[in-house]
């Protein structure tokens, strides 16, 4: 439909790619049609440098530009400042690893859940994840492991902020490692490899 409006009105068309997409798209005819798409765009916004390169081995002749994602660096060092929510003063009473994210397959929260309850033997832990989505299911997990009463999901927290930045770890999916703007100090874990969560590595990353 974008490119029909774009032909009519004699527009060109930018388009915004913040995944890999051959992480996500693997039948043939399917990458064909992205391939042909992204050839007829004026220019593709990727997110991070390894989005560009799986956007150009989808597609080798689509024009790419890389333009991270923004984040306003005061804004979030002042919203940090604010006091914790009622409900952490249980979950702040060990240390804390905390995800922040939709709750949602693609995030792969189950994996998570699965990681802590391994952990948790060794170093008695909670596991906070906050974000909307499908809890009932994660905590059924929690409980099913043994650790239910170690996981806490919040739900959606406007102003997660102060969270990340009293949590003594922050766990995050490769795919969202190239997304978040890590800058409170905290001390958390990056997994190497192709997703691009390794160009954070200038952040004071332990």
Not at 88 to 103: E, M, T
Request: glycine residues 6%; hydrophobic residues 50%.
């Amino acid at each position: 439909a974008t490119d029909v409006v774009a032909r009519a009105l004699r527009k060109p068309v930018v388009g915004w790619v913040h995944a890999q997409l051959d992480h996500f798209v693997r039948e043939p005819r399917a990458l064909a049609a992205l391939d042909q798409r992204y050839v007829r765009m004026a220019e593709v916004v990727c997110c991070s440098e390894p989005t560009a390169a799986a956007l150009a081995r989808v597609s080798p002749r689509a024009r790419a530009t890389v333009i991270p994602n923004a984040l306003d660096l005061e804004r979030v060092r002042a919203a940090a400042q604010a006091p914790l929510p009622s409900w952490a003063a249980a979950a702040w009473r060990r240390p804390v690893v905390l995800a922040v994210g939709r709750i949602a397959p693609e995030k792969d929260h189950a994996t998570l859940v699965r990681a802590h309850a391994l952990a948790y033997r060794r170093a008695p832990h909670h596991l906070v994840i906050v974000g909307g989505g499908d809890r009932a299911a994660l905590m059924q997990l929690a409980h099913t492991l043994g650790v239910g009463d170690s996981v806490f999901l919040p739900g959606y927290e406007v102003n997660p902020f102060p969270l990340i930045a009293r949590a003594r770890m922050l766990a995050l999916s490769p795919r969202l490692m190239r997304e978040q703007g890590v800058t409170n100090g905290f001390r958390h874990v990056i997994n190497t490899g192709p997703d691009g969560h390794q160009e954070v590595l200038h952040l004071n990353v332990y």
